[in-house]
């Protein structure tokens, strides 16, 4: 990866958290009156958060035949591998 994309995805990793507390906020603040649109405003947050983990913390991201097998070994997303690599 090259040094000047590693660098932008480092910001986006910052971002990223910063974008998530601010949803977070956001959904608290603003809930709606109708119980099943809060219910999907939360969902749509908490994916954002499964995904950011799946991207910069652990990879959760495997076969469904082999997910609870594969997940258990805390393994580092590649794109965290490709970071390291490219500081």
Known sequence: MPSMLASLFRAFRVLNVALLAVG???????????????IAFVAVW????????????????????????????????RLVQDLRAAM
Do not use: C, H, K
């Open 24 to 38: 977070l906020v956001g959904v608290i603040s603003f809930w709606p009156d109708n119980i099943a649109l809060g």
């Open 46 to 77: 908490a994916f954002g958060v499964v995904e950011y983990v799946n991207y910069f913390v652990v990879r959760l991201s495997y076969p469904a035949t082999r997910w609870v097998a594969m997940v258990r070994q805390w393994r580092v997303p």
